[in-house]
């Protein structure tokens, strides 16, 4: 098996609107009042991945899919995995079991219907699958789910399991069942991991060290993933009056991201992480 097999994409379908960072001045029930971008920003992820070859996982939040159920199906048509970004953008902590549960299960249903996949795959909202939500992990099991994406193993404030493998790997959760994990991309540094490249780290880090880090995980066979949002590459975007911090995180290199992102998938063959999670032998 070759080290370029081993590449994965991954995109996380939500809007600008809908993230985290913003959630005060776009609270759930105002969604329907915002510009709606998602179509046009993940059609433009479609075209330069099929412009490169790539192939790769859309995690797709149930609330788009049941407003843009033709983006699922155009996701699917490029030869794409579907898989599960929760319902509607609640991090895990905010969540009970019982939530959780019925989120996740709303999600996939609605995706397996749209997509014809099985739908295997889940990425928590701002990764949030952490020690105190692993309760998490056994609740995607019963719910049909064969692997999860979303452990950062660095150290976050509202995310990140930095005690976590850095590689893909199997959780026990009791009772000889196992889920599988692909974490998010990480290099080390002494005592502790810092991120390599993917979401806002992609915009935010030194372009340099990104490409060095991925070149040394390609030349060493490693397995990680590349992830973006279909948002950040849209300088266009309708702007909020944010701070200073959430301006800087949420608005800075917009206007790059795509240029960094074709840069990095022409680094190598990147694939979905079902794919390179199987060719492990993890599901």
Known sequence: MSAASLAAFSADVE???????LRG???RER???????VVANTTRVLEILDATGARG???VLGCVAERHPELVTQIVSAGHEIASHGYWHELVYNLSPEEFRADVRSSRALLRDLSGQDVIGYRAPSYTIMERTRWALPILHEEGYRYDSSVFPIPRRRYGMPRAPRWPHRWELGDGRE???FPLPTNRYGPINLPTTGGAYLRLLPFGMQLGSIRSLVNHGRPFVLNIHPWELDPGQPRFEVGALTRWTHYHNLGKTE???????????FRSQSDVLADLGIV
């Open 15 to 21: 809007d600008y609107y809908q993230v985290e960072a």
């Open 25 to 27: 001045l776009c609270p």
């Open 31 to 37: 969604w329907n009042t915002f510009e709606d971008r």
């Open 57 to 59: 996982t859309f995690f």
């Open 179 to 181: 889920i599988a994990e």
């Open 259 to 269: 240029e960094r992102v074709r840069a990095l998938l022409a680094l190598t063959r």
